[in-house]
């Protein structure tokens, strides 16, 4: 990959502060506005508020592990971070886009790289119709709540959720319902990433419920619209032995 200029990012925890010293003393760098590439130390968390930071912009993102799982990163390492760069490969994602009404009737948007998620707020579980291209698919889900996850999202809590991996260029979405009680044996559903999946909250004074966005969270929910967005393709770059599609692929195979 061509580039002219780099900048690094880091968390604040002590592992990641360390390297970003460290590297600021071995390569020339320039402001995160200006860079060609950015490099984010840390975990898959701070490589998501990262990405979020400059999708827009468009700027593509170079992870190195500091964190736990790292699914998002590359290998740590403070040698031939040039040479590395120049070889890594880019995967273009699509972001999920949120729309979002409270009982109080705002309106609320965000944008997602794993997952949109519906949680109930109280000790009383969820009801939620959804509607799927304006067509009604489920009357009343009765649940702890429902996720729409994106390829790349489809190992972080889509999997915890007992929800399918989804390969990369697939064109599909994970809907994944959260502890369902009704129906009792629902598992979900795999759709087109160009579905609109639109979920209203039943009883939304007496079952809360709130919306998630990555890290957008809006309480007091009671309709959610998501959307794949068309007009924003966050960039993430990797080693080439180490890219994401092999990943998701590999995670398939683990016990």
Not at 78 to 107: F, Q, V, W, Y
Not at 189 to 208: M, Q
Not at 239 to 253: A, G, M, S, V, W
Request: glycine share 6%; with cysteine; charged share 25%.
């Amino acid at each position: 990959m061509k580039f002219k200029s780099i900048a690094i990012l880091a968390d604040e925890h002590p592992p990641a502060q360390e390297a970003v010293e460290k590297l600021q003393t071995i390569y020339d760098q320039v402001s995160p506005e200006d860079a060609d590439i950015i490099v984010a130390l840390g975990g898959d968390g701070f490589m998501l508020s990262t990405v979020h930071q400059f999708m827009e912009k468009g700027t593509p993102i170079f992870g190195m592990n500091l964190g736990t799982v790292g699914f998002l990163m590359n290998e740590y390492s403070d040698e031939t971070l040039l040479e590395r760069l120049s070889k890594c490969e880019p995967i273009e994602l699509h972001a999920l886009s949120m729309k979002a009404k409270t009982i109080n009737g705002d309106e609320y948007s965000a944008l997602a790289i794993n997952e949109v998620s519906l949680l109930r707020e109280s000790r009383l579980a969820s009801k939620i119709r959804i509607t799927i291209d304006n067509v009604e698919r489920m009357e009343e889900l009765i649940c702890d709540g429902i996720l729409i996850s994106t390829s790349a999202g489809s190992t972080a809590y889509n999997l915890s959720a007992y929800g399918p991996i989804i390969p990369l260029g697939t064109g599909l979405l994970a809907l994944t319902p959260i502890s369902a009680f009704r129906p009792r044996r629902w598992r979900g559903a795999l759709l087109p990433d160009n579905t609109v999946i639109r979920f209203e909250v039943l009883d939304p004074k007496i079952r809360p419920v709130s919306a998630a966005a990555d890290f957008t969270e809006i309480r007091n929910v009671v309709s959610v619209e998501v959307k794949q967005e068309t007009n924003l393709f966050p960039k993430i770059l990797f080693d080439p032995e180490h890219n994401l599609e092999e990943r998701i692929l590999k995670e398939q195979f683990l016990s």
